[in-house]
Nanobody, 124 residues
Framework: VQLQASGGGLVQAGGSLRLSCSASGLIFSRYTMAWFRQAPGKEREFVVAITWSDGTWYGDSAKGRFTISRDNAKNMVYLQMNSLKPEDTAVYYC???????????????????WGQGTQVTISS
C-alpha cells in the first residue's frame, strides 16, 4: 500500500491550498481516509476524516475553513484549505484506516497506512 501526499507549499496568510493524496495497493473505496498534521515540536494532530460513504469528521482546527473530499474512481482524497493562518504551518499527512473501523477517527494509532507528508507553510 502506498499513500502519496502532494500539494503543499508556501502561502500567505488568508490564502488557500489544495492538498491531494493518491492511494494504491488497497481497495480505496472501502477505506476511511484522513488528514493529520504535525508542526515542529508538537504531536501529530487530527485534521479531518472521510468515510467510504462520504461521512466526514472535522477537527476543531479545520471546521469552517477546510473541506475534505474523495474521488473513488481516481483513488484520491483531497483537502481544500481556505483562510489559512500561520498556525496551520505543518507537515500534512494522509492516512487510511481499515473498512471495519468506525469510531475515534482522531486517534493516530488506529490508522493502518500513512503517506510521507507534504509541507505547508503559511507566512504572516
Amino acid at each position: 500500500v502506498q499513500l502519496q501526499a502532494s500539494g503543499g507549499g508556501l502561502v500567505q496568510a488568508g490564502g488557500s491550498l489544495r492538498l491531494s493524496c493518491s492511494a494504491s495497493g488497497l481497495i480505496f473505496s472501502r477505506y476511511t481516509m484522513a488528514w493529520f498534521r504535525q508542526a515542529p515540536g508538537k504531536e501529530r494532530e487530527f485534521v479531518v476524516a472521510i468515510t467510504w460513504s462520504d461521512g466526514t469528521w472535522y477537527g476543531d482546527s479545520a471546521k469552517g475553513r477546510f473541506t475534505i473530499s474523495r474521488d473513488n474512481a481516481k483513488n484520491m482524497v483531497y483537502l481544500q484549505m481556505n483562510s489559512l493562518k500561520p498556525e496551520d504551518t505543518a507537515v500534512y499527512y494522509c492516512a487510511a484506516v481499515r473498512p471495519d473501523y468506525n469510531s475515534n477517527y482522531d486517534n493516530t494509532r488506529v490508522y493502518d497506512y500513512w503517506g510521507q507528508g507534504t509541507q505547508v507553510t503559511i507566512s504572516s
